[in-house]
């Protein structure tokens, strides 16, 4: 099991996901903070959210799916959608409010690879791993040849890998692990070098995101 995947198993973030509320932070030992949106996570899709999943294609791979509201919405749609996530808790959530989910790193073996449709990368998973390129070269694998990725940048423009804690302001502390932030001049960078093109991208409510085709596919204009 990596650092990564022990980091978010338990901890100030399982204890966060149980009672759906923060405060939750991710932490350098620099101490600089970045603020956790647990209760967003926790709640039903907001408009950001609506204009991710009006954008999916086909079955859709939700990484990092945390306490499964994309999945829960899809499912209730009727659409075909899987979260992975490696918090046991986060599966329970995502269970508990209809969807389907394994407890599972994207680097693992997963179900239907190479048949997903769309893979979403929400809420700064794009981060997992603290390597974007390497985490987009292996999502390549996962979705199907017409597949795409959505992908949400942070709103500023940065290119970071870092390791970081997850904290909750209160003593509590996780492990330490890597991982990444970028925007969205970054995001199109580590994209072009796994692969992939920027299509389309987009801000509701100052969340901004991009959706990501092979390079092989045509940008749209």
């Given at each position: 099991m990596?650092?990564t995947?022990?980091?978010?198993?338990?901890?100030?973030?399982?204890?966060?996901?149980?009672?759906?509320?923060?405060?939750?932070?991710?932490?350098?030992d620099?101490?600089?903070?970045?603020?956790?949106?647990?209760?967003?996570?926790?709640?039903?899709?907001?408009?950001?959210?609506?204009?991710?999943?009006g954008?999916?294609?086909?079955?859709?791979?939700?990484?990092?799916?945390?306490?499964?509201?994309?999945?829960?919405?899809?499912?209730?749609?009727?659409?075909?959608?899987?979260g992975?996530?490696?918090s046991?808790?986060?599966?329970?959530?995502?269970?508990?409010?209809?969807?389907?989910?394994?407890?599972?790193?994207?680097?693992?073996?997963?179900?239907?690879?190479?048949?997903?449709g769309?893979?979403?990368?929400?809420?700064?998973?794009i981060?997992?791993?603290?390597?974007?390129?390497?985490?987009l070269?292996?999502?390549?694998?996962?979705?199907?040849r017409?597949?795409?990725?959505?992908?949400?940048?942070?709103?500023?423009?940065?290119?970071?890998?870092?390791?970081?804690?997850?904290?909750?302001?209160?003593?509590?502390?996780?492990?330490?692990?890597?991982?990444?932030r970028?925007?969205?001049?970054?995001?199109?960078?580590?994209?072009?070098?796994?692969?992939?093109?920027?299509?389309?991208?987009?801000?509701?409510?100052?969340?901004?995101?991009?959706?990501?085709?092979?390079?092989?596919?045509?940008?749209?204009?």
């Amino acid at each position: 099991m990596t650092v990564t995947t022990t980091a978010w198993r338990a901890g100030p973030y399982a204890d966060a996901l149980r009672s759906g509320r923060g405060p939750l932070y991710l932490s350098r030992d620099d101490g600089w903070l970045l603020p956790l949106e647990v209760e967003r996570w926790c709640d039903a899709p907001d408009a950001a959210d609506l204009s991710v999943l009006g954008r999916c294609r086909g079955p859709v791979l939700d990484i990092g799916c945390g306490p499964g509201r994309l999945v829960a919405a899809l499912a209730a749609a009727g659409r075909r959608a899987l979260g992975v996530d490696v918090s046991p808790e986060a599966v329970a959530r995502t269970l508990g409010l209809g969807g389907t989910a394994l407890c599972r790193s994207v680097f693992d073996p997963l179900p239907g690879e190479g048949r997903w449709g769309t893979a979403l990368l929400i809420d700064g998973n794009i981060g997992i791993g603290g390597d974007p390129a390497a985490l987009l070269r292996r999502v390549l694998r996962v979705v199907s040849r017409s597949g795409r990725v959505v992908a949400e940048c942070a709103p500023v423009d940065v290119d970071e890998r870092c390791e970081v804690r997850v904290v909750d302001g209160r003593g509590g502390s996780g492990r330490r692990f890597p991982w990444a932030r970028v925007g969205a001049p970054a995001l199109a960078a580590h994209a072009a070098a796994a692969g992939w093109a920027v299509t389309e991208r987009w801000e509701v409510t100052g969340r901004h995101f991009a959706v990501l085709a092979r390079e092989s596919s045509p940008p749209c204009r």
